[in-house]
Structures are given as structure tokens and as C-alpha cells.
T-cell receptor
Framework: AQSVAQPEDQVNVAEGNPLTVKCTYSVSGNPYLFWYVQYPNRGLQFLLKYITGDNLVKGSYGFEAEFNKSQTSFHLKKPSALVSDSALYFC??????????????FGTGTRLQVTL | NAGVTQTPKFRVLKTGQSMTLLCAQD?????MYWYRQDPGMGLRLIHY???????AKGEVPDGYNVSRLKKQNFLLGLESAAPSQTSVYFCASNPVRGGSEAFFGQGTRLTVV
């Protein structure tokens, strides 16, 4: 069964500093990996994804993520955090074998708090 | 282009009452999902559908039923609501292509008293 782990419930960063939100995954085959962001009282918004190819993926709002197959990780990064980045971030995985009906499995989420 | 629309946005139920949550998408997506979001537990899959007329159980299906009579609609039913079903419910859809991202509705906040 596929699974996602986000080891940090909350990450605190000062504005202007780099940020990292960690994600590790487990699948039996090759993964599709996604990051979503959720602002208060809103649905999830897509940030970026890894399908294949370059291990460094760039997404919306200056975010990027690095796929590391040997460490089964897909950490979300941003070089310079903004207060407006404060939100709940979810990592998700889907197996490339569509025999599992393309189920998307989410981590428990990491709350990012960016302060002045 | 509305995307994924959930109805209603808020609801309070008494224990034992029934209700249906409606999810509608206008992107012609094959796959649709119902998740519940609880503090500290992330999003958990309740039921999903890979096409019109098909449904399947997710990881927390007990107490819920679903139907996908039309491709654009995915209904989630609670036959006899329990306080443990107090949660925020999200619907999502995506195309068949596995690398496609899912699109989410704005959520339904359900309280069972």
C-alpha cells in the first residue's frame, strides 16, 4: 500500500529565510508526487508535481521540490519565505501503475508559519 | 469555468439524521474522490469512482455510501449520521492520466450533534 509521511506538524521560519517542508513516501512502483497548499477555510490548491525527468521541479509562487529516489523523499523548498506563505501544506503520492485506480494518498500535513 | 463545486458548504445534523453531499465537476474528468479532513490526520479517502456508474471503497468507507449516476456528479450519503462523522469533506476530480493533478472543491463543513 502506498503511504506518505510528513514528519513535522509545524515549521517556523522567519520571512526572507529559506524554508523546507519534508515529505517521504512509500509505493511499490514508481511514484507521481504532488504538493498542495491549503489556506484557512479553503480547498486544496495544487503547487507542483513530479512525474518523470528532472529531479528538481518548479511550481507556483516560487516553490520548488526535489525528488530523491534513493531516499524516497520529495521535500518542498523556497529560497525566501513570505508571511503570505503561511498555510497548511500537503504532500501526496500516486502510483504510476494505474491498476490501483489512480488513488491519491495524502500525508497528514505540515503547518508553515512565517513570521516577520 | 466553475471547476469542482460542492453543495452545501455548511451543515449541522442531529445524530441519526441522513443527508447527501453533492459534488459537481465541469471538466469532464473520469476520476472523482471524496475525502474527509480531520485535525492531525490529513485527508483520508472515503470512496472514489473511476467512471460513471462505478464506485469503490477508500480507507474509511464505513457509514458512507456514494453514487456516480452521471459523469459530472459524485454524491456522498450519510444514512444515519454520528458525531464521529463531524468533519470537513472535500471532493476532488482528475483526468485519467496518472500524472495529472487533482482539482478540489471548497469543502463542506459538517457538524453532527
Amino acid at each position: 500500500a502506498q503511504s506518505v509521511a510528513q514528519p513535522e506538524d509545524q515549521v517556523n521560519v522567519a520571512e526572507g529565510n529559506p524554508l523546507t517542508v519534508k515529505c517521504t513516501y512509500s509505493v511499490s512502483g514508481n511514484p507521481y508526487l504532488f504538493w498542495y497548499v491549503q489556506y484557512p477555510n479553503r480547498g486544496l490548491q495544487f503547487l507542483l508535481k513530479y512525474i518523470t525527468g528532472d529531479n528538481l521541479v518548479k511550481g507556483s509562487y516560487g516553490f520548488e521540490a526535489e525528488f530523491n529516489k534513493s531516499q524516497t523523499s520529495f521535500h518542498l523548498k523556497k529560497p525566501s519565505a513570505l508571511v503570505s506563505d503561511s498555510a497548511l501544506y500537503f504532500c501526496a503520492v500516486r502510483e504510476t501503475n494505474t491498476g490501483t485506480a489512480s488513488k491519491l494518498t495524502f500525508g497528514t500535513g505540515t503547518r508553515l508559519q512565517v513570521t516577520l | 469555468n466553475a471547476g469542482v463545486t460542492q453543495t452545501p458548504k455548511f451543515r449541522v445534523l442531529k445524530t441519526g439524521q441522513s443527508m447527501t453531499l453533492l459534488c459537481a465537476q465541469d471538466m469532464n474528468h473520469e476520476y472523482m474522490y471524496w475525502y474527509r479532513q480531520d485535525p492531525g490526520m490529513g485527508l483520508r479517502l472515503i470512496h472514489y469512482s473511476v467512471g460513471e456508474g462505478t464506485t469503490a471503497k477508500g480507507e474509511v468507507p464505513d457509514g458512507y455510501n456514494v453514487s456516480r449516476l452521471k459523469k459530472q456528479n459524485f454524491l456522498l450519503g450519510l444514512e444515519s449520521a454520528a458525531p464521529s462523522q463531524t468533519s470537513v469533506y472535500f471532493c476532488a476530480s482528475n483526468p485519467v492520466r496518472g500524472g495529472s493533478e487533482a482539482f478540489f472543491g471548497q469543502g463542506t463543513r459538517l457538524t453532527v450533534v
